[in-house]
DNA sequence: CACATCATTGCCCAATGGGCAATATTTCCC
DNA sequence: GGGAAATATTGCCCATTGGGCAATGATGTG
């Protein structure tokens, strides 16, 4: 499935890199301040290679969220084959979430407000959230769970996440103000939500 | 709040007759199959102008969908002051699904697959779905449902829309083969679902 | 080691985005 | 109604971008 080779790791390294490179230029000249050439030097590349990796600035940009997605699929440890199904979605969600993945989908919303061009590719990362979280669901729940409830459980811990997101549910960071919940507060509230049902 | 003059209404119609040229053009030659200018002379406006009313061939090409669901906002019906949130949702959902939002909506995923570059834009409309929705939603909940509650619903229902979309779930169309349920059906589901919970 | 595969790069050119200014139309206010 | 302000359309122009092609070098395979 997953490539392991020595060219594969180049291949992230290089993709890695110049996400990096517009990640960090988006935050220190907004997204408009700076060209591809701009990334492509500070990374060490040349913009040849940039679009080898990327179509446009905003997917370079948003490039680190959707490598950091992939890697929480690939360290995502193994639980107990009977675990519960919720259970199992809230590891999922807990574990995405503990690597900083939070503050960088809210920096690069914060992003977003500035550059409207952002928004299409910033859409794209969450519904590349939502499909991981329903691949891994879909594959684990057999048929235990009908295919339609699945999605529904899915999209109900996603608007979850969703509100977050937009801002309308304040999350406390390890060094932040005291303000709204821990990550942990929120996931064990989400998923009581969860439990009960409406 | 919504512009009512000439002005507004003569600036919608060369939107819609933009995006619905780049639509046109799309589903006959493919995403990648022409240029700005081809939009541009087909609906018989400038190359310049196309740039003031869309940022690119992608946003134009679901610009009918983003128009519609506009559209679907401003043609709702009243419904009375206490009608429980999740009839008002469904209510919310049949309106909007009956104008054919559906069936464009399915022939911008099938666009998307032949080309990658088109995914971001159709995520932006997803998002911009969800979030009418969410807002909807909020406007009318007040204080009966908790924040948090409203967007888990909203997320709820968002997650069936995208399993018949990722195409998990068939849909029949009304002069459609027989397969699957029809859209009446499918929200009757859905939210008989949401009803009992999980 | 020989060969196939693939990433990086330069070269090149059509396509694109966006600023500026001119013109035409709509809106606002008197 | 009439004049002024606002704004949509357009042409002009050029920096930026996307992507094909071919050369080169690194990686994987037998």
């Known amino acids: 499935m997953t490539e392991t080779g ?67 699929l690939e360290t995502m440890p193994e639980v107990p084959e009977d675990t519960p199904l919720l259970d199992w979605l809230m590891a999922l969600a807990r574990h995405q979430l503990s690597g900083g993945m939070l503050p960088l989908l809210q920096q690069l919303r914060h992003l977003a407000v500035d550059h409207h061009g952002l928004e299409p590719y ?12 329903q691949d891994a669901v879909s594959a684990r729940a057999g048929s235990n769970v009908s295919r339609l409830s699945s999605h529904i459980l899915v999209g109900a811990a996603y608007g979850a996440l969703m509100a977050v997101l937009d801002g309308r549910v304040p999350i406390r960071h390890p060094g932040d103000t005291s303000e709204g919940l821990t990550v942990d507060e929120f996931l064990t509230t989400v998923f009581t939500h969860l439990r009960r049902g409406f």
Chains 1, 2 share one sequence.
Request: hydrophobic share 45%; net charge positive; proline share 0%.
């Open 122 to 133: 910033l859409a794209d990362v969450q519904l590349q959230i939502r499909r991981t979280a």
């Open 6 to 72: 020595l060219r594969e790791a180049k291949r992230r390294a290089t993709a890695h890199a110049l996400a990096e490179a517009a990640f960090d230029l988006a935050v220190e000249r907004g997204v408009d301040g700076f060209t591809i050439d701009d990334v492509a030097a500070r990374a060490g590349y040349s913009r040849r290679t940039f679009a080898n990796h990327f179509s446009c600035k905003e997917e370079a940009i948003t490039g680190l969220a959707v490598e950091r997605l992939r890697e929480g």
